[in-house]
C-alpha cells in the first residue's frame, strides 16, 4: 500500500518480528523498547509528513517506475529540481525531529544503483538494471524503509580484503549455486537498520582483479535468515531508561546505529545487482557518498536550526540575549549552518541527468558540502556550549529536583530570568547537552565526522573532481606562460 501513516508503518516494522542484541538482552519488542521508540518514531515522522496537510506538497511526488503518487523517501530523482527538494525536506525532517532520521540512506543507494546497474549492463551484457526496477517500484509501492548499507569493519586498514586474517571482515560471497548466493560478513554503524524492512548492501570500495567475491550488492528483507543484530550505544543513552523526560534532553525523537551481522545469508538471483563486475564498484561507492553527502547539506541543518533556536533561547532564559556578542554568537552560528544549506543547495542546482534517466548531484559541490559538515556542526557546538553556560555540563538530575531536600533548592537556584520558567530552562539546558555532548550528538557530531565518509574521503574525490591542471592553464594564460 502506498502512503503508509506513521502508525502503519510501525505497525509494518513489528510485523517483521525483528530481534536485536540491546544492552546484553536479546529483545523481540523493539518498537516498544525504550531506547529504539524514539528512533523509529523518528522515522515515522516521515510518513506522518506526507499526510500533513502543510508538508504533503514536499513528500509527496511521482513515481517515474509506475506513475503512482509515493512518498519522496523513495523517489528516483527526475531533475535538478527534485534534487534541491531533497535538501529542503530533509532540513525541515531535521527541524522537527533533531536527530538523523534514518531513511536517506536506502534512498540514495537507490539512486546510486540505479544509473550503476543500467551502466553495468551496457559494459557487461547483465541483466541488473531491470532487477533493480521491478525490486525498487515494489518498495516505492509498498512504501518502504530501506537501510542501506555500505560500511565493512575492514580490520587491518593497510590490507585488501583477500589479504586480511579474516576474509570475513570485507561481506563476501562465500557460496553460488543456480538460485542465488550466499554471502558472510558485517556491516557496522547501519543507521536505522532494525526501523527498516529491507537492506541494499553495496560493497564498501572500488575492488580489483581477484576481488570479485567482494563487488556484491543485493537486496534482503531484514528478517532473512542469518542476519544478526547488535544495538550501539549512545552517551548517556541509559537516561532513557529512567522514566523521566526531563533528563533526556530530546524525548521524542532519537537515532539508531546497528553492527549487523551477515551470517551465512541467502540472497536469491532478483535481488542481485552486481556481483563480480569490479570495474563498477568503485563508481557505486563514489556515487552512493556524493547523495549521501549532498542530504548532508538538509539534515544536520535542520538539526542545526533546532540548536541555534535552543541556544538564542537560553540566552533568553539567562537575561543575556541583548549582549553584543552573543548576539555576533548566534549570527555565527547562523552563517555556519547555511553555508552548509547553501553547499546543499548548490550541488543539487549544479546536478546532471544520469545515462539511466535518473539525476545526480555535482560530485565535486556534493563533497565540499560535507567536508563542511565535518567541521561547522563542532564550531555550533562549542558556541552553543559557550553560550548556555556550565550549567549545561553540571545540572541535577530530574529525580533530584523531585527531592523534598534538594528539589527546592534546585527549583531556588536554577531560577531563570524573570518571565521564564525553571523547569523550562532545564529542558532547553538538556536538549544543548543532549546534541553536544548526550545522546543526539552521536547524530549531529559523530555522524557529521564520520556518516556518509570521513573527512579524507572527500578530500580525495576533491582533488580527483577539481582538474587542478585546468586552473593551472588559467594562471598561465593570464601570465603568457606557453
Ligand atoms: Fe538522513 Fe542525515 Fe540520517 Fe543520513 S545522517 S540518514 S542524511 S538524517
Redesign the pocket.
Known sequence: MALKTGEQYVESIKGLGLEAHVLGEVSGNLTDHPLVRPSINAVAKTYDCAHDEATKPLFRARSSLTGEEINRFTLLHQSTDDLITKVRL?RH??NVTCC??????GW?AANAIFSVTYECDQAHGTNYHERFRTYWARVQTEDLVVDGAMTDPKGDRSKRPGEQADPDLFLRVVERDSDGVVVRGAKFHQ??MVNSHEILVMPTLGMREGEEDWAICFAVPTNAPGLHYIYGRQASDTRKLEGSDLDVGNPAFG?QEIMTVFDNVFVPNENIFLDGEIDQSGKLVERFAGY?RQ??G???VGVGDVLIGATALIARMNGVDRASHIRDKIVEMIHLNETMFSCGVACSALGHQTAAGNYEMDMLLANVCKQNVTRFPYEMARLATDIAGGLVGTLPSAKDLEGPVAGPYIRKYLAAAEGFDTIDRVKVLRLIENMTTGAGAV?YLI?SMH??GSPMAQRLVIARQADIESKIALAKRLLNID
Do not use: I, L, M
Open positions: 530533509q525532517c531535521g538523523c532520521f534514518q531513511r536517506c540512506v540514495d543507521t536505522g537515532s549521501h542530504s548532508y538538509g539534515c544536520k547524530a555522524e556518516g556518509a
